[in-house]
């Protein structure tokens, strides 16, 4: 399966891992590196998942998931929170800002592309078992 999917995040490390992980299983990734970038990337591009980091400079990624759900052309795009393990309350948080789940940080090559696929399922509705 193909899909496009953003990646609003400000750590090169993050972005560039995350990146060649998605982009090794064929998946196209748009970047953006602040949340205000983020958003119109996502009104521009209409990505199939958005991973979203919370700690980004100036609008934060709480914010930017209210911003998201509060725009009806991209209300129905699922969010992943990209959250750190220690920080036990972002997880939370980012549930009531309108992400659809979380993946924990520091994120786990092994499993992380079956994480983002579950929720790219769960965001499409359709297909599933047939
Ligand atoms: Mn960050």
Known sequence: MTANILYIEDNEQNLYLITFLLQAKGYTVLQARE???????????????I????????????SVA????????VSGIPIVAITS???TGDREKAM???????????????????QVERHLADGCGAGGET
Request: charged share 30%; aromatic share 8%; glycine share 14%.
């Open 96 to 114: 009531e800002s309108g992400c659809t789940g979380y993946i924990e940080k520091p994120i786990d090559p092994d499993t992380f592309i079956a």
């Open 85 to 87: 393990y220690a920080m």
């Open 51 to 62: 991973l979203l980091d919370i700690q980004l400079p100036g609008m934060d990624g709480y």
């Open 66 to 73: 209210r911003t998201l759900k509060g725009r009806g052309e």
């Open 35 to 49: 949340g205000q970038k983020g958003i119109e990337m996502a009104v521009r591009h209409r990505p199939d998942l």
